[in-house]
């Protein structure tokens, strides 16, 4: 027997319309790549949705067809977030410190017939152009006036657009399994991955973003997302922001500590979010000008693991709470966030470290399970290591044209193809990527916690820990390690350092200090550079 | 082209199973119907549940069968929320406090083929029982030796079929619109009329009333329904709570103040919720014990409007944070909820109890509408009057076997019955229930507004605004005042004060002191009663 409620679809375009109805005035404030701020309300920003929506369709744009991005996060690229996935296009976010090479080669796998583009990468496009197989209509997202002289002939301006559309706009009635958006991510091996996001996957991942346990996110909040809306979507902020009425504030393409600072303070941002290396620019700029962004409430850190040392510093310097998340592109992105038990209440610093390094504790929406080599489920006891695999509805079920199907269990489940625990209490620690194992005499030694033991020195900004061939004992740890401005340390002190805070046979044979380690396009240290 | 994300169904069993995987030690509290204190974690729940969903099906319980029960707010209560649901039957919770004819009526209705009891409806039950034509299965929620003996022959034993029966169980794969639940709500005209929740519309319902603006609630929560969990599923809390592993604790048969106050400090309740009549009882406890309730942080009033009066002292004797809430039966029953927006941040204590005598804002999920008697929709003005319609994925699309159908509107609305404005902000505020208008010389005088106004005096309890027959004016007010123990006041002096605080042509012709007031089955003023 079916229930006798309303079947109602989840789709985005109600969450542009409901804070456009509801929280009109509240701003979206962005940091434009032309250079000035430019502020408006969620209703403005529907208004020019509903236009957008109008010159897609007007364009030629189908239900199902790809329009990609190459954009920083503006309102322009918010605009498109609803207008391209409302008419039930899908918006293709493109990662545009990809090579170029990568980029062609996304864009023509999924078959992108539009490419909507910032000023700051016209002759970047004048040089994908040529290779771009399905690509009929270029707009730059800028105005006549700014529209870059390298850009291909017959481009289009996103403003022109947006004045000759009507805002008249009814959008479609779309099956909530629709897909929405799409982004790819880099695999470890074989070409990038894309994963199909739908509307009721992305309208249940920001329900569950903005609960006190995940964002706690109200209307009352002002969201800074500082990662690109071509990676994840931003963490999915672009969604959860308008959901709840809160203000959302959008950096543009400036990532760097004196620029995010700046919009903190004169927008009073009391949630931001974004990668360690994020944070590190955030903290030297704190410490040279003896600034405290006392309006934050909460810090979200992910996409690669903080080290207690880095969330001591957010905490002490911002005044800020650290929540760690993690999270891939295939879960939307959240997958655990670390908040506090009961259990924990009255917890000393030491403690509270401890538990804030772990990744996070499972919430209701994304059941987790650690798969052991012998195929068999792992007891939580935070110590049994194996396989993380995940399921829920805002899991990727496959990729993009089924490219690596072989992540995707045959009983449902998704290998993230990280090397984890689960403690009892329900926390996730990671111990590894499977691709950044150091295997020693047969045993695992965690990267991550020797770049935790060494960050904790404090003449330490970033380490990374990788393993190299040993004749006897087939790897050994190699810690590389960046410095501070302004400090000084010896390699043989960072390492009596390590010595003192991990097992005996994990101590690297050799530390390392560099001027800069690789850093990929989503913030990340590319470890397969180091090895190489 | 449909997204590549997992296709999981939301269902009601997948919230007690996280619960007890994540949050298992988390307890559920309970003031059972025998006496005792029973308290035990969601993985006992979870076991338990899963021992019931067994004893169901050998019962021969069978998805979309309904069971019922009359039960107060206890562990087995919520172990059955479970357990019906799971098996993909139906949970018809029946209010005890309906008159027997009617509880009759609704379970031939319903067609329930089984009743669950707690021990105090032995009376009830046995009356009851040649009259229920469909019911096969007699179950008392209790152990052998509390078996009521006036219980109908060959009534089962609760306790003695957990027992009997494995905890091995697997939730059979739910399409998620099967329904999972029905409660009959009283109509102002003609019989009962059944709302037949889903397992979609709870699930999406509860992950709607966690968020910051709605009860906030995260795992560090204890959440004291102080609303059986037979008047819109305690207003779902027994879902919400295990959403978030927040703890649960639940009343029993006993909402009266000292009992209420007992609970809520042992457990240190964070959440509370309940209609107004519920606070008076606590408010008059404190009173006279001087305690305060250090532990609550918020408390949530709704079932029908709360005066400015009552909340104000809710907030001064419980250090607690009023948030008005406003629903029904067909809505889940969250439609609206009172919190504050940045535009409040520094309001004045007048400016604050002004807008927390609104019934609250609208959040992402239930869309609303003002309908003007013309047929065209009222703006958001805070003035335009109309009645108040509403849609969204947990509202009701019909009532059981089609009842009722007229308020179901042709273009996909509910229409409440409540007559309302919504002011430019979104905030809805509620002059009137249809039925209990007031109109005198073709204007509305609104029934809220009297009850508030007099319920400022110090000397009154409670009070209901009634519509009496005048020869020139069509209607005109009447307004019953109970008054507060130990307290006293002239008619004519409560008169004055109203006639200060409304337009002069609302002011009543008379102001009647009663005893006190007839409280229907719900805790609401049953004004057809005193009408009559």
């Not at 805002?394 to 689960?422: C, H, M, P, Q, R």
Request: proline share 6%.
């Amino acid at each position: 027997m079916l229930a006798l409620m309303m079947d109602r679809a989840l789709n985005l375009p109600s969450i542009l319309e409901y804070a456009a109805a509801y929280h009109g005035d509240r701003e979206v404030v962005t940091r434009t790549v032309e250079g000035p701020i430019h502020r408006y309300g969620y209703k403005d920003a529907l208004v020019r949705a509903k236009q957008m929506a109008n010159a897609l369709i007007d364009m030629g744009v189908k239900p199902g067809d790809r329009v990609a991005t190459l954009a920083w996060s503006t309102h322009r690229h918010f605009e498109l977030y609803y207008a391209v996935s409302g008419i039930g296009a899908i918006l293709h976010t493109i990662n545009p410190r990809l090579h170029p090479d990568q980029i062609a080669w996304v864009a023509n796998h999924a078959e992108d017939s539009v490419l909507m583009f910032d000023i700051s990468f016209g002759e970047l496009v004048s040089e994908l152009a040529p290779k771009l197989a399905t690509v009929k209509t270029f707009v730059a997202m800028t105005d006549r006036a700014h529209l870059p002289p390298e850009a291909p002939a017959g481009t289009l301006v996103y403003e022109e657009l947006i004045a000759a559309h009507s805002p008249e706009f009814v959008w479609p009635e779309l099956d909530e399994r629709q897909a929405s958006g799409l982004c790819y991510t880099s695999g470890t091996t074989g070409n990038p991955k894309g994963v199909l996001y739908g509307h009721r996957s992305t309208v249940l991942h920001a329900m569950a973003l903005v609960q006190p346990d995940a964002f706690d996110l109200s209307a009352r909040d002002t969201v800074l997302p500082c990662a690109q809306m071509y990676h994840a979507n931003a963490w999915c902020t672009p969604y959860a922001a308008p959901l709840v009425g809160a203000k959302l504030v959008l950096p543009g393409r400036q990532l760097d500590g004196p620029s995010i600072c700046e919009l903190a303070v004169a927008e009073q941002a009391s949630f931001l979010l974004g990668v360690p290396t994020i944070w590190v620019g955030v903290l030297d700029h704190l410490d040279q000008t003896g600034q405290r962004l006392t309006c934050v409430r909460n810090v979200a850190i992910g996409g690669s693991a903080p080290t207690a040392a880095l969330m001591r510093r957010v905490e002490d310097q911002l005044g800020a709470t650290v929540r760690q998340i993690w999270g891939m592109t295939e879960t939307s992105p959240m997958g655990v966030i670390n908040t506090a038990l009961p259990a924990h209440a009255g917890e000393d610093e030491d403690a509270a470290y401890a538990r804030k390094l772990k990744q996070g504790r499972g919430l209701w929406g994304v059941e987790m399970r650690i798969m052991g080599d012998d195929g068999t489920v792992q007891p939580r006891d935070g110590a049994s290591v194996g396989a993380l695999q995940v399921r829920g509805p805002w899991v990727s079920s496959a990729y993009f044209k089924n490219e690596g199907a072989e992540v995707f269990l045959d009983d449902g489940w998704f290998d993230t193809g990280d090397i984890a625990t689960i403690d009892p209490e329900g926390y996730l620690r990671l111990t590894d990527r499977a691709k950044d194992v150091i295997k020693s005499g047969g045993e695992w030694i965690s990267t991550l916690d020797l770049e935790d033991a060494v960050s904790s020195h404090p003449a330490v900004a970033m380490a990374a820990a990788i393993g190299v061939p040993h004749p006897k004992w087939d790897e050994r740890p190699l810690l590389l390690v960046v410095l501070r401005p302004g400090h000084t340390a010896e390699p043989e002190a960072l390492k009596a350092h390590v010595a003192e805070r991990v097992a005996k046979w994990w101590t690297p044979d050799e530390v390392r200090i560099v001027a800069e380690l690789p850093i990929g396009p989503t913030g990340k240290v590319l470890k397969r550079e180091l090895r190489d």
